[in-house]
């Protein structure tokens, strides 16, 4: 068990059914998630995972649609209860938290921001960044200056008085990103966030992360459907199919290792050898996410070139370079939704039985 983990989950199990206890039974006796559906009518949500997530760093949970992201990050914050299994934020139980500790744990020490940032439509911009420090019965003045810093540092100086309808989905979200900063929570929960963002939007946005990471070192979890923004984000990349982790560790090793045929489908058009031999050792660990606690502050010019290296690896890799030029055309063409969000999603074998099974029970 690593010293530096922030949160851990251990031996954590969700069944989503009537009587979760027996299917649990099942599944620690071998079952998968569809002989659990077809047979019991329970969904396996999650499958004995442990993963510990490092403090300061970024942790990426990737999947196909279906297979357990969302259910595990609502997990850190007791949005959901599991089954079975444990999880520890800062060494501490959170299974054991009474309802103020959970509070505290929900309003202080963790920020969520969801793919759709649920902006309060009747609430100025400033007022939505500053929601956290004012509920919490920060003076206006102090929480106004918190808030105008963050919505400074996120590109939104200017807006502060606007309302939500009045900004772009991309601004919406950097409001989203701001006000989980306000709230200087040492944890940011990150569920697609980008992913409903056009192709260019979003890279500045992750462009953006990473810049703030560098500054901050927040303890991030990041969920998306994208294998370029994975890597892109990355200190920690967690690879969900149908509940269980297929494989986890840093995602240059896994880009080369991939542990199996899940997990290579999507890596495949990545061209190894050039991923191990073009680029050298640090550069490689710089452009995946490593170091980032060396960087330098901001406006540095080491930090740009940081960032610099980081977006020419992805582009050397041919498999990228691919999807960057398919992205492009969408960038040219009318507004295609979530049109970045390519590749896994659209991929999902189990699109039908995911149907099924959300249907069976109520969500
Ligand atoms: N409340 C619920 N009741 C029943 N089944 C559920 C419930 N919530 C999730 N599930 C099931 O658990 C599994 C995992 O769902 P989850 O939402 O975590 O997937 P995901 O990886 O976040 O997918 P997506 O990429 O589409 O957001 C799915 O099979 C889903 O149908
Ligand atoms: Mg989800």
């Known amino acids: 068990m690593s010293e530096d983990a922030k949160i851990r989950i251990r031996d954590l199990y969700k069944i989503f059914g009537e009587d979760p206890q027996t299917a649990l039974e099942a599944v620690k006796g071998g079952m998968g998630k569809p002989e659990l559906l077809r ?5 396996l949500g999650l ?4 993963v510990d997530i490092k403090d300061g760093l970024t942790t990426v949970i990737m999947g196909l649609s279906g297979s357990g992201k969302s259910t595990l990050i609502r997990h850190l914050n007791r949005l ?10 800062d060494g501490e139980d959170i299974l054991e938290y009474g309802p103020s500790q959970l509070r505290d744990l929900r309003r202080r020490r963790m920020s969520m921001v969801f793919q759709k940032f649920a902006l309060l439509p009747h609430r100025t911009v400033l007022e939505n960044a500053a929601l956290a420090l004012a509920v919490s019965g920060v003076e206006r003045g102090d929480y106004e200056k918190e808030a105008n810093k963050w919505l400074d540092r996120v590109g939104l100086e200017g807006n502060a008085n606007l309302y939500p309808h009045q900004l772009s989905g991309g601004m919406q979200q950097r409001v989203g990103i701001a006000r989980a900063l306000v709230s200087n929570s040492e944890i940011m929960l990150m569920d697609e966030a980008f992913s409903a963002l056009d192709p260019l939007i979003r890279t500045d946005m992750q462009d953006l992360l990473v810049e703030l990471q560098g500054e901050l070192q927040k303890t991030v979890v990041f969920i998306t459907h994208d294998l370029d923004e994975a890597l892109k984000l990355a200190d920690h990349l967690v690879i969900l199919n149908e509940g269980v982790v297929v494989q986890q560790g840093e ?9 199996d045929p899940y997990i290579e489908d999507f890596v495949s058009d990545i061209n190894r050898a050039r991923a191990q031999g073009a680029l050298g050792d640090d550069a490689r660990r710089r452009s995946l996410g490593q170091g980032r606690r060396r960087r330098d502050r901001p406006g540095s010019d080491a930090r740009g070139r940081d960032q610099h290296l980081r977006r020419r690896h992805l582009q050397e890799l041919p498999g990228h370079q691919g999807r960057r030029s398919g ?3 969408e960038d040219e063409g009318p507004r295609q939704g979530a049109g970045a969000d390519q590749g896994l999603r659209q991929r999902h074998p189990h699109e039908d039985e995911r149907v099924r099974g959300g249907g069976a029970f109520h969500r």
Not at 80 to 89: D, M, R
Not at 251 to 259: D, K, Y
């Open 39 to 43: 047979e019991t009518n329970h969904v």
């Open 47 to 50: 499958c004995d995972i442990n």
């Open 80 to 89: 959901i209860e599991p089954t079975a299994g444990q999880v520890l934020v």
């Open 251 to 259: 995602p240059q090793h896994i880009l080369l290792h991939p542990a």
């Open 327 to 329: 992205r492009h055309a």
